[in-house]
């Protein structure tokens, strides 16, 4: 199995490289036509990409959608609706160029006035974290139809890792400027410049979109129709694969043993890239504002006493490795050069006394997404035992868990975020100060304070050279592994299960949320 | 004259039953923790206070809670279910489009689990004591005990993935253009193994009813009156014992059928059967409050609509009820 995983692993990063290094016509030798049936999980509420962000609109609106930039599995930038871009020695001033001839679904030309309208006016408004990226912008103006300029307050070191589709989706100024974005009728009706056309949504059963004829990729997409299934239980969907009726299962929609069986089908095969952008993490959220989780020793201990080898192996299926600190390794400047947590319980009992823990009975919740997470948290919760640490599981849904972590109402709560190739997006909300906030699960929740460490991410963001950045998240990383504001637990590495009739699903660093343009049915 | 009162009646008792139901509805509802803007701002992967403000001032949940709950109730007299804003439709007209999926599913199962559990259970009457009542009785113990998820993914597992004789999920094949017959075969194909799940748990409790009221009738003396006037067997037990022994199933029949839209809910999970069983389940989950409150209003409806047809039907299985 582990071979196999290896093949599988090396083919895909194969194509990856070729993707990045050759147009996308050559590639075009694929054959056409065919229709796929993919899952989706669960049915998204609307797809309008620039009003609903969450996991399965991405899924499908990635193909409608487009936004400037892509990036491959290194998270470089390549070209998408912009084709090139300089910015000034300051990197204060950036202006793209965006590629002439590209259409909206509805047959409107598509230029900078859009751009201007998406980023400065529309998503300013309804996407909470592009508004957040936004901060560092002056202003946004376009030169001439096809020329776009982003002028920055100060160095903005992430800048160029904000054009992803999902981050900052173009959307139609001509349907859009002056109505009330919200409840604008036309988001039942989404119109992008992607591969395919929003076609029908049968709500409840399926939703289809269509090859777009007159997408600006000459010869692309290959197939003619996507059908995104919705099947609401977990078992179900494995059954439809399993069955053929379905080909293609996004990440976290089979329960991971499952995902295993399936995947030694014949006909069948699994791969995990397509992740490296939005490098999902996971740890255990520490209520840093209560004894005796506001005890660094404590803390450590908890580092030390849990086994994230075999969550990794046994709830996760090795679909998930053992994360080392705060930053995943697919992101820039993850390091490994700082303290190491490697699984110890005497040590951790002895960091427990020290820390003057009395066997206080800790809160924990676990994360409502399935068996895996249920797993994961009654191996941690044993591990904790073993340490001499006792823990209550708390049983919540989905809102409930939302309501808790706003509110900071919990002991220890387990988490997954993504962190967006880079440490200024998708790492430092997460343990600065002017982060503590009510009323998000995805903030500083722990409420961990340190100015040291505002300071360094304050400095990484605005700083432009690589090299001065990757010495201060150095030092950053550092700090944190030694305070321990949650326990980190494991990096998830997303199974895509896929039938080996299809190829060319994965085609950069967002994986099936970028469209499906390149995929071809043999 | 008489009928006429009585309707009226209860007509008028059940609209009273609904208002309180639908305000109690908003009040369990809202003692829930979490609202729809958490999940939102939760499913987003990022929020900032603006964004969970201008949510919660679209979605009118900046309002006091008495507030909420008299425009809630004035729409409701209107007949006005509101809008669900996670899903950007009429709350009615998203209960609409799933409703037909639903009676199609609960109805099949109402009548195969009626006509399946009599039969089996006059039959287990008649031949008491012998192998076919022994096998009748396991056999209906067996899915009375079983719970429904479980049979019915064992139904997917084998009769989709191994045998590939029926379509494991879904209304109907998707993108197959079928029209007429040819959809209503395919539909039909689709039900076959949802509506039989959903109909075994109440087959058994009919067959098992039937068998014990028919047994109880049985001894009666009415019975040896009209056995000692000499009526045919096949009669007695037809005209006499059967029709006597309905009641109870009648009373139990009507129970299903008001609350059927909630039995669903589990049959249309595993078999992806979009009805409004599901509609309700997700919108549980997602706080969605308005389509929440309008499906359980429209279940509540169902059951009183369904009370009241049970009272009818009394008086014709048995004549002797009078309506009062």
């Given at each position: 199995?582990?071979?196999?995983?290896?093949i599988?692993?090396?083919?895909?990063?194969?194509?990856g490289?070729?993707?990045?290094?050759?147009?996308?016509?050559?590639?075009?030798?694929?054959?056409?036509?065919?229709?796929?049936?993919?899952?989706?999980?669960?049915e998204?509420?609307?797809?309008?990409?620039g009003?609903?962000?969450?996991?399965?609109?991405?899924?499908?609106?990635?193909?409608i959608?487009?936004?400037l930039?892509?990036?491959?599995?290194?998270?470089?930038?390549l070209?998408?609706l912009?084709?090139?871009?300089?910015?000034?020695?300051?990197?204060?001033?950036?202006?793209?160029k965006?590629?002439?001839?590209?259409l909206?679904?509805d047959g409107?030309?598509?230029?900078?006035?859009?751009?201007?309208?998406?980023?400065?006016?529309f998503?300013?408004?309804?996407?909470?974290?592009l508004?957040?990226?936004l901060?560092?912008?002056?202003?946004?103006?376009?030169?001439?139809?096809?020329?776009v300029?982003?002028?920055?307050?100060?160095?903005?070191?992430p800048?160029l890792?904000?054009?992803?589709?999902?981050?900052?989706?173009?959307?139609?100024?001509?349907i859009?400027?002056?109505?009330?974005?919200?409840t604008?009728p036309?988001?039942?009706?989404p119109?992008?410049?992607?591969?395919?056309?929003?076609?029908?949504?049968?709500?409840g059963?399926?939703?289809?979109?269509v090859?777009n004829?007159k997408?600006?990729?000459?010869?692309v997409?290959?197939?003619?129709?996507i059908?995104?299934?919705?099947?609401?239980?977990?078992?179900?969907?494995?059954?439809?694969?399993?069955?053929?009726k379905?080909d293609?299962?996004?990440?976290?929609?089979?329960?991971?043993?499952?995902?295993?069986?399936?995947?030694?089908?014949?006909?069948?095969?699994?791969?995990?890239?397509?992740?490296?952008?939005?490098?999902?993490h996971a740890?255990?959220?520490?209520?840093n504002?209560?004894?005796?989780?506001?005890?660094i020793?404590?803390?450590?201990?908890?580092m030390?006493?849990?086994d994230?080898?075999?969550?990794?192996?046994?709830?996760?299926?090795?679909?998930?490795?053992?994360a080392?600190?705060p930053?995943?390794s697919?992101?820039?400047?993850?390091?490994?050069?700082?303290?190491?947590?490697?699984?110890?319980?005497?040590?951790?009992?002895?960091?427990?006394a020290e820390?003057?823990?009395?066997?206080?009975?800790?809160?924990?919740?676990?994360?409502?997404y399935?068996?895996?997470w249920?797993?994961?948290?009654?191996?941690?919760r044993?591990?904790?035992?073993q340490?001499?640490?006792?823990?209550e599981m708390?049983a919540?849904d989905?809102a409930g868990?939302?309501?808790?972590?706003?509110e900071?109402?919990?002991?220890?709560?387990?988490?997954?975020?993504?962190?967006y190739?880079?440490?200024a997006?998708?790492?430092?909300?997460?343990?600065?100060?002017?982060?503590?906030a009510?009323?998000?699960?995805?903030?500083?929740?722990?409420?961990?304070?340190?100015?040291?460490?505002?300071?360094?991410?304050d400095?990484?963001?605005k700083?432009?050279?690589?090299?001065?950045?990757?010495?201060?998240?150095?030092?950053?990383q550092?700090?944190?592994?030694?305070?321990?504001?949650?326990a980190w637990l494991?990096?998830?590495n997303?199974?895509?299960?896929y039938?080996?009739?299809l190829?060319?699903?994965?085609?950069s660093a967002?994986?099936?949320?970028?469209?499906?343009?390149?995929?071809?049915i043999a | 004259?008489?009928?006429?009162?009585?309707?009226?009646?209860r007509?008028?008792?059940g609209?009273v039953?609904?208002?309180?139901?639908?305000?109690?509805?908003f009040?369990?509802v809202?003692?829930?923790?979490?609202?729809?803007?958490?999940?939102l701002?939760?499913?987003?992967g990022a929020?900032?206070?603006?964004f969970?403000?201008?949510?919660r001032?679209?979605?009118?949940?900046?309002q006091p809670?008495?507030t909420?709950l008299?425009?809630?109730?004035?729409?409701v007299?209107r007949?006005?279910?509101?809008?669900?804003y996670?899903q950007?439709q009429?709350v009615?007209k998203?209960i609409?489009?799933?409703?037909?999926?639903?009676l199609?599913?609960?109805?099949?199962?109402f009548?195969?689990?009626?006509?399946?559990?009599?039969?089996?259970?006059?039959l287990?009457?008649?031949?008491?004591?012998?192998?076919?009542?022994?096998?009748?009785?396991?056999?209906?113990?067996i899915?009375?005990?079983?719970?429904?998820?479980?049979?019915?993914l064992m139904?997917?597992l084998?009769?989709?993935?191994?045998?590939?004789?029926?379509?494991g999920f879904g209304?109907?094949?998707?993108?197959?253009?079928a029209?007429?017959?040819?959809?209503a075969?395919d539909?039909?194909?689709?039900?076959?193994?949802?509506?039989?799940?959903?109909?075994?748990?109440?087959?058994?409790?009919y067959?098992?009813?039937?068998?014990?009221?028919?047994?109880?009738?049985?001894?009666?003396?009415f019975?040896?009156?009209?056995?000692a006037?000499?009526?045919r067997?096949?009669?007695?037990?037809?005209?006499?014992?059967?029709r006597?022994?309905?009641?109870?199933?009648?009373?139990?029949?009507?129970?299903?059928?008001?609350?059927?839209?909630?039995?669903?809910?589990?049959?249309?999970?595993v078999?992806?059967?979009p009805?409004?069983?599901?509609l309700?389940?997700?919108?549980?989950l997602?706080?969605?409050?308005?389509?929440?409150?309008g499906?359980?209003l429209?279940?509540?409806?169902?059951?009183v609509?369904?009370?009241?047809?049970?009272?009818?039907?009394?008086?014709?299985?048995?004549?002797?009820i009078e309506?009062?």
């Open positions: 199995m582990k071979r196999r995983n290896l599988q692993m090396g083919a895909a990063a194969a194509t490289l070729t993707l990045a290094g050759v147009p996308l016509h050559l590639l075009a030798a694929g054959k056409k036509g065919g229709v796929i049936n993919a899952v989706v999980q669960p998204p509420p609307g797809l309008m990409m009003i609903t962000q969450n996991a399965p609109t991405q899924l499908i609106a990635g193909n959608y487009e936004g930039l892509r990036y491959d599995e290194k998270i470089t930038p070209p998408s912009a084709t090139s871009w300089t910015s000034n020695k300051e990197g204060t001033l950036f202006t793209f965006l590629k002439p001839g590209v909206w679904h409107k030309p598509f230029t900078s006035a859009d751009v201007v309208f998406s980023a400065a006016v998503l300013r408004k309804t996407h909470a974290r508004r957040a990226n901060a560092a912008i002056e202003s946004i103006k376009a030169i001439d139809p096809l020329t300029e982003f002028k920055l307050k100060y160095p903005f070191g800048f890792g904000i054009f992803e589709v999902g981050s900052m989706p173009m959307v139609p100024k001509h859009y400027e002056g109505t009330d974005f919200a604008n036309a988001n039942a009706t119109i992008g410049t992607g591969p395919f056309k929003f076609k029908e949504w049968v709500k059963s399926y939703i289809q979109l090859a004829d997408y600006h990729v000459k010869d997409p290959l197939v003619d129709s059908y995104f299934h919705i099947i609401p239980d977990a078992a179900s969907r494995a059954a439809a694969f399993e069955s053929g379905v293609l299962v996004p990440g976290g929609a089979v329960e991971y043993f499952d995902v295993l069986r399936l995947s030694k089908l014949p006909g069948a095969a699994v791969t995990t890239k397509g992740w490296e952008f939005f490098a999902p740890w255990l959220w520490i209520n504002r209560k004894a005796p989780m506001d005890n020793k404590f803390r450590q201990a908890m030390f006493a849990i994230r080898e075999a969550i990794c192996k046994v709830a996760w299926q090795g679909f998930a490795k053992p080392t600190g930053f995943n697919n992101i820039k400047f993850h390091s490994t050069d700082v303290a190491k947590y490697p699984r110890n319980v005497e040590t951790a009992k002895k960091l427990l820390a003057g823990y009395k066997g206080e009975t800790l809160r924990m919740l676990p994360l409502p399935g068996e895996t249920t797993r994961s948290a009654e191996i941690l044993q591990n904790l035992a340490a001499g640490v006792k823990i708390v919540t989905v868990w939302n309501q808790k972590l706003n900071w109402d919990y002991d220890l709560a387990f988490t997954y975020v993504y962190q190739g880079d440490p997006l998708g790492v430092a909300r997460n343990y600065t100060t002017a982060n503590i009510k009323g998000s699960p995805f903030n500083n929740v722990e409420g961990y304070s340190n100015p040291k460490i505002d300071a360094l991410f400095a990484g963001a700083e432009s050279d690589p090299e001065k950045r990757r010495a201060i998240y150095l030092q950053a550092k700090i944190l592994l030694d305070e321990v504001p949650v494991y990096e998830i997303f199974p895509t299960l039938r080996t009739k190829s060319n699903i994965v085609s967002i994986g099936l949320n970028d469209s499906l343009s390149t995929a071809s | 004259m008489k009928r006429t009162q009585f309707m009226l009646t007509v008028l008792q609209l039953a609904i208002l309180l139901i639908a305000t109690v509805n009040m369990l809202r003692a829930a923790p979490g609202d729809p803007v958490s999940v701002a939760g499913e987003a929020s900032d206070p603006q969970v403000a201008q949510l001032a679209q979605f009118g949940l900046d809670i008495t909420q008299a425009t809630y109730i004035g729409k007299v007949l006005d279910l509101g809008f669900s996670r950007q009429p009615l998203l609409m489009d799933r409703l037909p999926a639903t199609l599913l609960t109805g099949s199962a009548a195969l689990s009626l006509l399946f559990g009599i039969t089996l259970g006059a287990s009457a008649r031949r008491a004591g012998t192998w076919v009542d022994s096998s009748i009785t396991v056999v209906a113990l899915f009375y005990a079983t719970p429904l998820y479980w049979l019915a139904a997917v084998v009769f989709t993935v191994q045998l590939d004789w029926l379509p209304f109907s094949t998707v993108g197959s253009g029209t007429g017959l040819a959809l075969w539909v039909a194909q689709h039900l076959l193994m949802p509506a039989l799940t959903l109909a075994l748990f109440y087959m058994a409790v067959a098992r009813m039937t068998r014990a009221a028919m047994l109880d009738v049985a001894q009666m003396d019975i040896k009156t009209a056995r006037k000499g009526v067997p096949g009669r007695i037990l037809r005209a006499h014992v059967l006597n022994a309905l009641l109870p199933v009648v009373t139990l029949a009507g129970i299903q059928a008001g609350g059927m839209i909630g039995g669903a809910v589990l049959t249309e999970t078999f992806a059967w009805g409004i069983g599901r309700m389940f997700d919108a549980l997602q706080r969605d409050y308005s389509l929440l409150l499906a359980f429209v279940t509540a409806a169902m059951a609509l369904f009370n009241l047809i049970t009272d009818l039907v009394y008086t014709l299985v048995d004549p002797r309506l009062t």
